[in-house]
């Protein structure tokens, strides 16, 4: 009998197990290789774990950047960022995030996540989700948060869920830019070309997820600049009290890194947070984003 072909043979099963955290989002994938192939049936039970519990944690994950790239786009095309300057030497799909500076010059882009925000959210389809995989971390510090934006919404009283379901808001990369620039001069400075990239996006505040049908509230201190039609004073305090109510304690999780963690979240369910790593110590990650759809 002749083999079939290396094609069509079906990979093992990895038989792992997806354990949720003691917290409102999150759930750790135990048991699951990347670096080897997964088959439809597994690919299929960890996609709706991702839907389920919005990040999911592979610990101690020993893989090149190219398995990194691989396991990302089977679950969708790959971003390229803006920030051209911060990509992996011959893996353009991967945006270095680390604070370590190399003959004076910074490798990655180091105040990433400073403030709370949903990645790509000022392009008019925004990520999907973000695999963020750990090279250097440093011996304190270095956390990051996630909050639950359905819990944000499910949570609004009725009143202000019936106010904001119609509004619309602008994104743009923009926004903080410059603020951050002044505090972080080894930012780089933005070409014409660079910014003609990122023309700000109108979006809905609260999108539908396209996969789940669960409303999210969607907008950010980071990108988020104005609610459309309304007067900027009335736009102001409306998003100041989103932001607040959006991230409060008991829709976050809070990640602490360990050495070779992958971890993978929803940008349509979550918002996320850099909590700062101390100015001395290394911090290096790959990360790669998954291109997204057009808000509804």
């Known amino acids: 009998m002749t083999a079939a072909p290396a094609s069509e043979v079906i990979p093992p099963s990895q038989h792992f ?24 049936e597994d690919f299929t039970r960890l996609h709706k774990a991702h839907l389920d519990h919005h990040v999911l944690v592979f610990r101690n994950q020993q893989i090149t950047p190219q398995e990194h790239i691989d396991f990302s786009r089977r679950f969708g095309p790959l971003e390229i960022h803006v920030l051209h300057q911060f990509q992996l ?26 403030y709370w925000h949903s990645d790509i959210s000022y392009k008019p389809k925004p990520s999907l989700g973000s695999l963020l995989h750990a090279q250097e971390l440093p011996s304190e510090g270095g956390d990051t948060l996630f909050a639950d934006q359905h819990l944000a919404w499910e949570s609004l009283s009725s009143e202000l869920q019936q106010r904001i379901l119609p509004l619309k808001a602008e994104h743009s990369y ?38 789940t049908g669960r ?15 309304l007067p900027q004073a009335e736009s102001d305090a409306l998003l100041a009290e989103l932001f607040a109510h959006s991230v409060k304690p008991e829709f976050v999780y809070r990640h602490k890194w360990e050495p070779h963690d992958l971890v993978f979240w929803d940008n349509r369910s979550l918002m996320h947070l850099a909590a700062g790593t101390p100015d001395h110590l290394r911090r290096r990650l790959n990360r790669t984003t998954i291109v997204g759809d057009t808000p509804f």
């Open 89 to 114: 030497k011959n893996h353009p799909e991967i945006l270095i995030v680390s604070n370590i500076k190399e003959n004076g010059e910074p490798i990655g882009l180091g105040d990433a996540g400073v």
């Open 174 to 211: 923009l926004a903080k830019y410059e603020e951050l620039r002044a505090k972080n001069p080894w930012r780089p400075k933005l070409s014409q070309a660079q910014i003609d990239q990122v023309a700000p996006a109108v979006q809905p505040v609260v999108r539908t997820h396209p996969e």
């Open 215 to 229: 409303k999210a509230l969607f907008v950010s201190e980071h990108f988020t600049t104005r609610i459309v039609g």
């Open 17 to 40: 197990e997806v354990r949720p955290f003691n917290a409102p989002v999150g759930a750790e994938v135990v048991g699951l290789d990347i670096s080897k192939p997964i088959n439809t």
